[in-house]
């Protein structure tokens, strides 16, 4: 097993997790409508893109390819020129044709043998659930998450929490967390009436990571992460209050 670390390139964020996210890893991007996990992905392998001439293939469930074309150029990514290039492949389909059959295998295959990505990102595995029943989707999820692990691919994988600011940690599917190698949990908190963002790495596994919320912005360049929360206590697990 690779002790590798895949940088995401994003400001403040390698840091906490001592230089980046371990080689060939799982990773899940766990949060609510509007936190901008989608924009964490593609900063993650527009990175990888730029800095380490690593491939990346960027599975869309949900957002139309032209949606994401237009939004990525917001934040300078000209990803139909990464296309053009080979460097960056988008595929806009549904999860059903990924799943439980070797069919589904069959697809990614092609895909990997025809572009060979380093770097992976699935938007959103939520959709899974439309196409399988709950007792089926612990071992939908295995065979999704060891399939892209016996690849070698350094992936992330998206997960839409319930509710914009739900107050716990969890993210309303413990099997998946268990599959996974790592948890970010993006989140959105009302702190003395102003909607911050935060952002906590819950799980890193084989690996120490930081412990601490970091508030975090979405600016003309993406995400970056800013200073610990001072003063401040309860912001995930209960309603945020000054210390006393």
């Known amino acids: 097993m690779s002790n590798t670390r895949v940088k995401t390139g994003i400001p403040g964020f390698d840091e906490l997790l001592n230089g980046g996210f371990l080689q060939g890893d799982v990773v899940m991007v766990a949060g609510s409508s509007g936190t901008g ?3 964490f ?29 237009r939004d990525a150029l917001n934040f300078g990514w000209d990803l139909k020129k990464l296309e053009e290039e080979n460097k960056f492949r988008l595929v806009y389909t549904s999860p059903q044709l990924l799943l439980g059959t070797d069919s589904g295998e069959q697809i990614l295959d092609d895909l990997l043998e025809e ?11 939520r ?34 929490t319930p509710n914009i600011t739900e ?12 599959l996974v190698d790592c948890i970010v949990l993006m989140r959105l908190v009302e702190i003395e009436s102003v909607l911050k963002k935060v952002i906590l790495v819950l799980k890193m596994r084989g690996s120490d990571h930081d412990k601490h919320l970091r508030e975090y912005s979405i600016t003309s360049k993406g995400i970056t992460i800013l200073p610990v929360f001072h003063g401040i206590e309860g912001i995930v697990a ?5 210390k006393a």
């Not at 439309?130 to 998206?158: H, P, W």
């Not at 209960?238 to 000054?242: A, D, N, Q, V, Y």
């Open 37 to 39: 996990k989608t924009i």
């Open 41 to 69: 992905c593609l900063q993650y392998l527009i990175d990888g893109i730029i800095e380490s001439g690593d491939p990346g293939l960027f599975i869309s469930f949900e957002q139309s390819p032209e949606q994401i074309y």
């Open 115 to 125: 572009f060979h990505p380093k770097r992976l990102a699935i938007d959103s595995l």
């Open 127 to 160: 959709f899974l659930e439309m196409f399988v029943e709950n007792v089926n989707l612990r071992e939908e999820f295995y065979r999704l998450i060891m399939y892209l692990k016996t690849k070698g691919i350094s992936a992330l994988l998206t997960w839409e």
């Open 167 to 178: 107050s716990a940690t969890g993210f309303g599917n413990e099997h998946l967390a268990f």
């Open 238 to 242: 209960s309603p945020p209050k000054r």
